[in-house]
C-alpha cells in the first residue's frame, strides 16, 4: 500500500473589497473631525489670551497629524464611495469651505497682527467649520440655509 504524503497548501484569503472598510473609516473621520476641531478650538482661544502653548511646536505637530490622517480618511472615503469631489455639488462646497478654514485658520493663529484680526479671522474659521459640519451631515451644499428657513 503506498502512503501518498500530505500536501498542505496555503490558505488563500479574498482580497477585501474597500467598501468593506466604509464603517471603520467613516468613524475614524468623524472621530478626527471632531478632535481637530476641538484642539484648533481650543489652540485659537489660547492664542486670543495671549498663551504661547497654543503655537508652541509639539501643538503644531500634534495638529498636523491630525489633520493629515484626518486627510487620509477623507481621500479613502471618496475612493471607496466612487465619488467625484468636483462634480458632487455639497462636496465641492464642502471642500471650498475647507480652503477658507485652513486660510482663516493660519491667520487666526499665526498671520494677523492685532487681537481683533486674530479673533475675527478665527470667528470666520469656526463658521466654515460649523458649515462644513452641517454640508457633511445633510450632504446639501445648500444644507446651513435649508436648517434656517432661508432657502
Given at each position: 500500500?503506498q502512503?501518498?504524503?500530505?500536501?498542505?497548501?496555503?490558505?488563500?484569503?479574498?482580497?477585501?473589497?474597500?467598501?468593506?472598510?466604509?464603517?471603520?473609516?467613516?468613524?475614524?473621520?468623524?472621530?478626527?473631525?471632531?478632535?481637530?476641531?476641538?484642539?484648533?478650538?481650543?489652540?485659537?482661544?489660547?492664542?486670543?489670551?495671549?498663551?504661547?502653548?497654543?503655537?508652541?511646536?509639539?501643538?503644531?505637530?500634534?495638529?498636523?497629524?491630525?489633520?493629515?490622517v484626518?486627510?487620509?480618511?477623507?481621500?479613502?472615503?471618496?475612493?471607496?464611495?466612487?465619488?467625484?469631489?468636483?462634480?458632487?455639488?455639497?462636496?465641492?462646497?464642502?471642500?471650498?469651505?475647507?480652503?477658507?478654514?485652513?486660510?482663516?485658520?493660519?491667520?487666526?493663529?499665526?498671520?494677523?497682527?492685532g487681537?481683533?484680526?486674530?479673533?475675527?479671522?478665527?470667528?470666520?474659521?469656526?463658521?466654515?467649520?460649523?458649515?462644513?459640519?452641517?454640508?457633511?451631515?445633510?450632504?446639501?451644499?445648500?444644507?446651513?440655509?435649508?436648517l434656517?428657513?432661508?432657502?
Amino acid at each position: 500500500m503506498q502512503r501518498h504524503a500530505a500536501t498542505i497548501t496555503p490558505a488563500r484569503f479574498a482580497p477585501m473589497p474597500l467598501v468593506d472598510f466604509y464603517p471603520s473609516v467613516k468613524a475614524l473621520h468623524i472621530g478626527l473631525v471632531v478632535t481637530s476641531g476641538a484642539l484648533f478650538l481650543g489652540r485659537g482661544i489660547g492664542v486670543l489670551l495671549g498663551s504661547g502653548l497654543p503655537t508652541s511646536r509639539p501643538m503644531r505637530r500634534l495638529q498636523q497629524v491630525i489633520d493629515s490622517v484626518l486627510l487620509l480618511a477623507a481621500i479613502l472615503l471618496v475612493v471607496i464611495l466612487e465619488i467625484n469631489p468636483v462634480t458632487t455639488p455639497w462636496l465641492a462646497t464642502k471642500l471650498s469651505l475647507l480652503v477658507a478654514y485652513i486660510v482663516l485658520g493660519i491667520i487666526a493663529l499665526h498671520g494677523a497682527r492685532g487681537r481683533a484680526a486674530r479673533a475675527f479671522a478665527f470667528m470666520g474659521a469656526l463658521t466654515c467649520f460649523a458649515l462644513m459640519y452641517v454640508i457633511a451631515r445633510t450632504h446639501d451644499p445648500f444644507g446651513p440655509l435649508r436648517l434656517l428657513g432661508l432657502v
